[in-house]
């Protein structure tokens, strides 16, 4: 029986499964906040893949990410390529195992097509995925030349095909589960308003902003939530209660919204922070979504990086980084009419942000570039900058988002903020009598974590 084939096969199967590997490892690193290798830019860039709601779908079904079905179709290529292997040294059949690499090649041939399409619909080119499709097709090749036999399964051995193939990627699968739910999924942003008012897609990069929405009563809106939510807005609400409202260290230099609003938000964001990204779309959903003259927030900001920010180790050289350029641009542009367009616009360009696209969405607005450039390099804005770190250090800040909510530190949690929107401010509104009793301590729910530096 040859082996050559299957040799190679087994090869691609290593391959497969360490791309996969890889690509996990640096959606790990997107969703705690740092740059990836192959966010490249606005074209191409696997961030953007990644991010999009075809593979959100696919990790809130299946529990894993895409480069865990990845490499679930990688080992067991791999376990079937051994198979082969070992039976062919044993003497043994390998129909089996021949026609099981064949159905997973041909299955694989239907993944590259699917997700390519979808890659296309997102309008931009993933590498290490061409790098996963290239693998996948040369699979392909192998497994229906390369291998003696029928190409196809002959009557009578197509039990022994599935049950060999079918058996191995649930394996695989199964074993997937545990560090697949333990990625963290891309956020939705307005995903916490009810159906019935929520837009189906928040965008910014639109010159017009998407209209205001009806508000639900607060009744309406918790019964709206899912049971998991419910817990978390009671445990949320437990430590809102009992915590006492601080001082704020300096005084506000930018808000939205009325400085008397019954739900005053202060928040600290770093540019390159995903949790950071979904806070500030979801603010933003909320501020169309409430009353009028209920909510202000204050943006202030808390760069993860060392170059700017006292309260981090340095990594490197003080060159021009995009979490210090990011920060010191929305600084100078505080007082601009357009201040909060442009920055929910570098926010929504997170993926491919660079010192680049930072300046050029600074700039599309009401502040030229030479303004701009004098403001970023004078030390008043250092100054400023400073003391939102000085002010975030005041309530021991292990990550972004930070978020204060009337003075009193809290998870960075939609649902909180937009159920005491519509509770007026009132912690013990008569409509929370529908929770659950709250847990100590809290965690779960909203955001599943910190974006470190």
Request: charged share 25%; net charge neutral; proline share 12%.
């Given at each position: 029986v040859p082996t050559r084939g299957a040799l190679a096969l087994l090869v691609l199967g290593i391959l497969t499964s360490g791309l996969a590997i890889y690509q996990w490892m640096e959606l790990l690193t997107l969703r705690a906040g740092g740059s990836t290798s192959c966010g490249i830019s606005e074209q191409v860039n696997c961030e953007t893949v990644w991010n999009s709601d075809f593979a959100s779908a696919v990790h809130d079904t299946l529990g894993i990410p895409i480069a865990g079905l990845g490499l679930v179709w990688g080992l067991a290529a791999v376990g079937l390529s051994a198979l082969y292997l070992a039976w062919a040294k044993a003497k043994r059949s390998v129909r089996p195992a021949t026609n099981g690499l064949r159905l997973l090649a041909a299955a694989g041939i239907v993944s590259v097509v699917v997700f390519a399409g979808v890659s296309a619909q997102v309008g931009v080119v993933c590498p290490t995925c061409l790098g996963t499709y290239a693998l996948v097709i040369a699979f392909a090749g192998v497994a229906w030349k390369g291998l003696p036999g029928p190409l196809v399964p002959q009557a009578g051995e197509w039990g022994d095909a599935l049950k060999w193939t079918v058996g191995i990627s649930a394996v695989a699968f199964v074993a997937m589960q545990m560090p697949g739910r333990a990625t963290p999924h891309a956020q939705k942003a307005g995903a916490f308003l009810p159906g019935a008012t929520a837009p189906a897609k928040i965008t910014y990069g639109d010159e017009v902003e998407p209209p205001p929405v009806?508000?639900?009563?607060?009744?309406?809106?918790?019964?709206?939530?899912?049971?998991?939510?419910?817990?978390?807005?009671?445990?949320?609400?437990?430590?809102?209660?009992?915590?006492?409202?601080?001082?704020?260290?300096?005084?506000?230099?930018?808000?939205?919204?009325?400085?008397?609003?019954?739900?005053?938000?202060?928040?600290?964001?770093?540019?390159?922070?995903?949790?950071?990204?979904?806070?500030?779309?979801?603010?933003?959903?909320?501020?169309?979504?409430?009353?009028?003259?209920?909510?202000?927030?204050?943006?202030?900001?808390?760069?993860?990086?060392?170059?700017c920010n006292p309260a981090i180790p340095r990594r490197g050289p003080d060159a021009p980084s995009v979490r210090c350029e990011a920060a010191k641009a929305m600084v100078c542009l505080e007082d601009a009419q357009d201040f909060w367009k442009l920055r929910n616009r570098l926010f929504a360009s997170q993926a491919f942000l660079s010192t680049d696209k930072v300046m050029e969405i600074a700039t599309s607005g009401s502040v030229a570039r030479p303004q701009l450039e004098a403001c970023m390099s004078s030390p008043q804005t250092l100054g400023k900058l400073r003391q939102d770190v000085e002010y975030a250090m005041k309530f021991n800040i292990q990550g972004t988002p930070l978020v204060l909510l009337n003075g009193r530190q809290v998870p960075p949690s939609a649902p909180l903020i937009y159920s005491l929107v519509l509770a007026n401010g009132d912690p013990n509104h008569a409509a929370f009598v529908v929770l659950p009793p709250a847990r100590a301590p809290v965690g779960g729910g909203g955001h599943e974590g910190h974006a470190h530096p």
């Open positions: 009806t508000p639900p009563t607060l009744e309406a809106y918790l019964a709206s939530l899912p049971q998991e939510q419910k817990q978390y807005l009671s445990n949320a609400l437990a430590q809102y209660r009992a915590a006492t409202p601080e001082p704020a260290l300096y005084p506000a230099r930018r808000i939205y919204g009325p400085v008397d609003a019954p739900v005053k938000v202060v928040e600290w964001t770093d540019s390159k922070c995903p949790h950071c990204k979904s806070l500030v779309e979801e603010l933003a959903a909320i501020k169309r979504g409430s009353p009028e003259g209920r909510l202000s927030v204050e943006a202030r900001h808390f760069p993860l990086d060392g170059a």
